[in-house]
């Protein structure tokens, strides 16, 4: 099932953070595609992955969401 889960992530700030960001999700299982936006500091993540584990890998990047 794929589904889509958003998080802000209000420490966004530049595209080496979304690089990042993108970096630290493409490995974990369940993850399609990922999307930083830095205007709205939002993570929108597609795939099947367990929103437990989005969670932790974005708090172990430096980038917990809010």
Known sequence: MTAELTYKVPTIHCD???STISEALEPVEGVEAT????????????????????????????????
């Open 16 to 18: 080496g953070c979304a």
């Open 35 to 66: 999307d930083v936006d830095l205007d709205t500091k939002t993570v929108r993540v597609r795939g099947s992955a367990d929103d437990r584990v989005v969670r932790k890998v974005l708090e172990a990047a430096g980038y917990p969401p809010a």
